[in-house]
């Protein structure tokens, strides 16, 4: 059980804490308050959290957190209403102080962009696998570690489920975390306070303009987690991307620049692909490794590119880089391959962006046998 002072350390207050009560939990969700919780009221896309600060009184709350000051009536003297700048802000450091701040004892990783986070991450994690590392990962597909398992309704969850999961990771003994960071998590503030030692961007295209509005917007949003980086680590930057150069301005830690082609610190000299996947070399500055990976498609080019560069900028063995690419043989819902019986080929993407989409059929065309359809 926390104390309410402890709970607010670091949170931007603009009020007074009244009285030191004892929290059993923190809650943004009217419907999961008990006796004991904080109730934080956020003004979200669809509701009004303060709207729901009678329901978190009636259920037993101890203490509200808001931006608003029209709701003093509904507070009681033994429910104080703590007034703060940013909910949203006021909830990140809050659920890191409840969790005792797990990405602090922790390498954490975080990948960004449109298209390939999620493969990029699972190529990391088996090269860092590979080479005995205990690691946790948390993305679409979910979030997992050596022993744990976990489903998730976001990309990157809300930062209470997610210090919670960082803090599983941390008391299960992992050491390295690697998770996909959305452009919504870091706009709404749920990795605030997530304490990144590199970051990876993969790509930026036309996506979530209904929540962004604007490229620019989208991009603004992505950037952010670029400037969170501590100064000691490393950002790796998929330079043949039109906005990699501009990204480059918000970087608070050393560039390492990978693409296909050209004399990047990191890309390929040479490389090849079939229906068995794909073959290669990889130059790492002054070092090469070679690519024997089943994965399909010229964009999985890029991906195993970026979790190579950020492996070896980890300072990683490359005999341990090398074996780990091979070793990540299919993620689910990611060029997956299936035969049916007839012999026909069935591939399963998640492929739902323009760009997503132009890279699947050209890689599924170059794929086909001569005579083949799509």
């Given amino acids: 059980m926390e104390k309410l002072t402890s709970i607010l350390n670091g949170v931007d207050l603009i009020s007074d804490i009244p009285i030191d009560v004892p929290i059993q939990s923190i809650c943004a969700d009217s419907r999961r308050v008990w006796p004991g919780s904080i109730f934080v009221a956020i003004h979200g896309t669809q509701q009004d959290g303060t709207k729901f600060i009678p329901e978190a009184l009636a259920k037993g709350a101890t203490a509200v957190v808001s931006n608003g000051d029209r709701i003093d009536a509904e507070v009681t003297s033994n429910s104080p209403l703590i007034r703060v700048q940013d909910p949203r802000q006021a ?14 004892v922790m390498t954490v990783i975080g990948v960004t962009g449109t298209n390939g986070k999620t493969t990029t991450c699972h190529i990391l994690y088996d090269i860092l696998e590979t080479y005995g590392l205990k690691v946790g990962i948390m993305g679409t597909l979910g979030a997992k570690s050596q022993g744990m398992e976990a489903s998730t309704s976001l990309t990157t969850p809300d930062s209470l489920e997610l210090q919670r999961l960082l803090s599983l990771f941390r008391d299960g003994g992992v050491t390295h975390v690697i ?15 997530v304490l990144f030692d590199f970051a990876v961007f993969t790509n930026l295209t036309q996506d979530h303009l209904d929540f962004h509005v604007t490229m620019e917007n989208y991009f603004q949003a992505k950037s952010k987690l670029f400037s969170m980086v501590n100064s000691e680590g490393k950002t790796i930057l998929n330079s043949a991307d039109p906005w990699a150069e501009e990204l480059r301005k918000f970087c608070s830690s050393p560039v390492v620049s990978c693409a296909i082609e050209g004399d990047e610190d990191v890309h390929f000299e040479e490389w090849g692909m079939s229906r068995d996947g794909i073959t290669g070399t990889i130059v790492l500055g002054d070092r090469k490794i070679s690519v024997n990976s089943a994965l399909l498609g010229v964009h999985n080019l890029e991906n195993i590119l970026s979790a190579a560069a950020t492996a070896w900028s980890m300072g990683i063995p490359l005999e341990a880089i090398e074996a780990g690419i091979t070793a990540c043989s299919s993620i689910p819902g990611r060029m ?12 399963v993407d998640y492929a739902h962006t323009p760009d997503a989409y132009e890279k699947l059929f050209t890689s599924l065309k170059s794929l086909l046998k001569d005579g083949g359809k799509l």
């Fill in 91 to 104: 909830l990140s450091q809050m659920a890191a102080n409840y969790y005792d701040n797990p990405s602090a």
């Fill in 179 to 193: 998770m996909e960071v959305s452009s919504h998590s870091l706009e709404m503030q749920r990795v605030s306070n």
């Fill in 336 to 347: 997956e391959q299936f035969t049916t019986r007839n012999g026909a080929t069935v591939v």
